[in-house]
């Protein structure tokens, strides 16, 4: 039997499927649902079980190696479980660690990297390795982009909200406790505004209706915002009716600095189309982050969390700035590659530290937002090349050994699957002077972490790995960003 098979005839002994368990819950999983054992060591998932619960739960799902199970009733409640202050946490499930004490998601993100790095990536001296995790002095408020679809109550208004967990039924927001309150009055205008204009909402069963999604933007250090309507078409049910929305919500968000529409024609989860129409004002805002200004398109990547983005950048900095001191090198020394660099705000935060800055990235939106982001920040040594990674990085490895000297430094910033194979390849064969990975999914890191080892010791260039640092810029979510790099030992080629 393979795990993830369910049923009870494949079960082999123990609970089965409507089975009322007492489980003492231990730690938390990747995606925040309590783990618990029974006494025969049958791992149990408990949604909603935090550490330190003693709970009722009934098995849901049962294979092999693994149960899941529904909590029922909390026997004994964790010391550290507080009162969530979000009205709408319970529906929402966007944040299923708010139950959980500050400090104790800290620790509990702290050992989930942990937990990857030993078993998936085999790797030894995890516990030594990874750091207490940075969280935030004040954990709230702190999402700068707010995704909403928009959907039908009962009597056939318009709702923009959240789909309720697990369905896709949208449930108004009236607060939230993560969201930048300026999200949450755009979300509310627009939401007055589509009903107002009455524009046809989009139904996702059907393919019929207009407005897809809402997407609310702000720069958290400088307060402005943009409204972003995704639609099914380009054209307006009347012309000029966009016009009319983005004057109706300007009159109660003063802070609105532009509207775009976002044409999605595709019927599929993914949320934003390719085109992008300027409806009124700006189609980007600007943000301010480890001392630079930014420029940010409106469905261009971001960090969600600009006051934790700013600890990742100086920590990814320190990490460049330690490797040349380590090497007797000034500031001003090397090529430094930012890949999947974004909107550019890694690599530009570090510049001042190279000699050259070369980013890649695939998304052309953000690699226009990153090339007037150095002019803005008065870099003139960096270049960005659109791309993906896995076809871009060889050729500039090529170029850099055909260049002279200086130390090759690389600082990788996937999304949440990691490295594509062929990156890896590149990096294992091309053996740069320094590799900072920084992750969003601890998972995929520890895989690449492994590789990465594995093939430059096969390639006869040894690495050494350096701390892991997990950052907290999801607070009251189960996930954790963390850096940490690879250092070649031997000095200067
Ligand atoms: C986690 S974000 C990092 C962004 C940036 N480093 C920052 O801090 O804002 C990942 C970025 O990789 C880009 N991306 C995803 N797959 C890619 C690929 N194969 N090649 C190049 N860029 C890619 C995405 O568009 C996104 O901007």
């Known amino acids: 039997m393979t795990e993830g098979e369910t049923g009870e005839e494949r079960r082999g002994s123990g609970p089965g499927v409507g089975d009322r368990l007492e489980l003492a819950v231990r730690s938390l999983d990747p995606h925040g649902d309590g783990v618990a054992r029974t006494p025969d060591g049958l791992v149990v998932f408990v949604e909603g079980g935090l550490p330190g619960d ?23 409640r964790s010391p550290q479980r507080v009162a969530p202050p979000c009205p709408v946490v319970e529906a929402c499930g ?56 928009v959907g039908r109550d009962e009597q056939g208004r318009p709702v923009v909200g ?33 009903e107002a204009l009455g524009l046809p909402v989009y139904d996702e069963a059907s393919g019929r209706g207009w407005v897809r999604h809402v997407l609310a933007r702000v720069g958290e250090a400088t307060g402005e915002a943009l409204l972003v309507l995704v ?3 380009l054209e307006e049910p009347r012309p000029g009716v966009l016009a009319d929305m983005a004057q109706r919500v300007r009159e109660r968000v003063a802070e609105l600095v532009g509207m775009v529409q976002n044409v999605n024609p595709r019927r ?13 004002g700006r189609d980007r805002l600007y943000e301010r ?29 320190r990490r460049v700035e330690g490797f040349l001191a380590s090497r007797g090198l000034p500031p001003g ?45 008065g870099v003139d040594h960096a270049r960005f090349v659109v791309g993906p990674v896995e076809q871009v990085l060889p050729e500039e490895m090529a170029k850099r050994r055909a260049a002279a ?56 260039s040894a690495y050494e790995w350096g701390p892991v640092q997990p950052v907290d810029l999801f607070p009251h979510t189960a996930h954790v960003e963390a850096v940490t790099h690879l250092v070649r030992r031997g000095g200067a080629r």
């Not at 709970?55 to 149960?67: C, I, K, W």
């Not at 599929?268 to 009124?280: D, E, F, K």
């Not at 990691?418 to 091309?430: F, I, P």
């Open 231 to 233: 639609t099914a078409s």
């Open 94 to 149: 966007g944040c299923p660690l708010m139950a959980l004490a500050y400090p104790a998601q800290l620790e509990a993100k702290r050992r989930t990297v942990v937990d990857a790095l030993a078993r998936i990536g085999g790797l030894d001296g995890a516990e030594e390795r990874v750091r207490p995790t940075l969280g935030m002095e004040r954990p709230w408020s702190y999402r700068n982009k707010a995704l909403h679809p």
């Open 405 to 460: 000297g200086g130390p090759v430094m690389v600082v990788v910033d996937p999304p949440r699957k990691g490295l594509d194979a062929r990156v890896v390849e590149t990096l294992a064969r091309a053996a740069p002077d320094l590799v900072v990975y920084v992750s969003c999914n601890p998972a995929t890191m520890a895989r690449d972490l492994r590789q990465l080892l594995e093939r430059t010791e096969r390639a006869g």
């Open 289 to 317: 982050v480890a001392g630079l200004t930014l420029e940010l398109s409106a469905t261009a990547f971001f960090q969600v969390n600009t006051r934790q983005a700013e600890v990742l950048y100086r920590e990814v900095r």
């Open 162 to 194: 959240f789909y309720r967990r697990g369905s896709h039924e949208v449930v108004p927001v009236s607060d939230c406790a993560v969201q930048h309150p300026t999200n949450v009055r755009l979300a509310a205008a627009a939401r007055d505004a589509i």
């Open 333 to 377: 020394q090397g090529l430094l590659l930012d890949l999947y660099c974004g909107v550019g705000g890694i690599g530009l935060a570090a510049a001042d530290l190279v000699e050259r800055l070369v980013g890649v990235e695939e998304d052309p939106r953000a690699v226009a937002d990153a090339r007037r982001n150095a002019a803005l920040n």
């Open 54 to 76: 003693r709970v009722e739960a009934t098995v849901t799902q049962r294979a092999a190696r693994h149960a899941r199970a529904r909590l029922e009733r909390l026997v004994e």
């Open 268 to 280: 599929t989860n993914v949320v934003l189309g390719p085109h992008n129409r300027l409806i009124w």
